[in-house]
């Protein structure tokens, strides 16, 4: 349940409330956990299985070339520091922990492809892309 005070919180306890007597009594000791669906440290995680998702999407139809390389680097060391993070801090948030590796295992590899494809002779690389109306074959 959440603390605050503004709309937003009120709108969270009246749904939370409202749904706590659908709650069937043999779930009624994941809903009341510490990091059951009644806190945010439920939902974070849920939620953050979208870049795992995108990531994966990624590993399998998107191009070397295509992969931004920043990005990639940036979301597998926020990966890796909340990874520690979730073992941390109380109550330990396993579901928390498993999603920061997957998103650092999978952008890892698209950091690890970006790489390849670059050792592997980049420079012989057409940039054909439907939104870019230039051919660039010149070297780079």
Same mark, same amino acid.
């Not at 939902?43 to 990005?71: E, I």
């Given at each position: 349940? =959440? ?31 510490? *990091? ?7 939902? *974070? ?5 979208? $870049? ?11 191009? *070397?070339?295509?992969?931004? $390389?920043?990005?990639?680097?940036? $979301? ?9 993070? =979730? ?20 952008? =890892? ?26 051919? =660039?074959?010149?070297?780079?």
């Amino acid at each position: 349940m =959440s603390r605050g005070s503004g709309p937003l919180s009120k709108f969270y306890n009246v749904i939370i409330n409202s749904l706590d007597p659908l709650v069937p009594q043999s779930m009624q000791p994941f809903w009341t956990s510490p *990091a059951g669906p009644r806190t945010v440290f439920f939902w *974070a995680p849920l939620f953050k299985w979208g $870049l795992v998702v995108a990531g994966l999407g990624d590993t399998l139809s998107r191009p *070397a070339q295509n992969v931004s $390389l920043n990005q990639c680097i940036s $979301l597998a060391a926020t990966g890796l520091i909340w990874s520690r993070y =979730s073992v941390v801090i109380t109550p330990k948030n396993y579901s928390l922990l498993s999603v920061n590796l997957a998103v650092f295992v999978i952008q =890892s590899f698209l950091v690890a492809k970006h790489l390849k494809w670059r050792m592997e002779g980049a420079q012989k690389t057409v940039y054909n892309h439907s939104s870019f109306p230039f051919r =660039s074959e010149d070297d780079w």
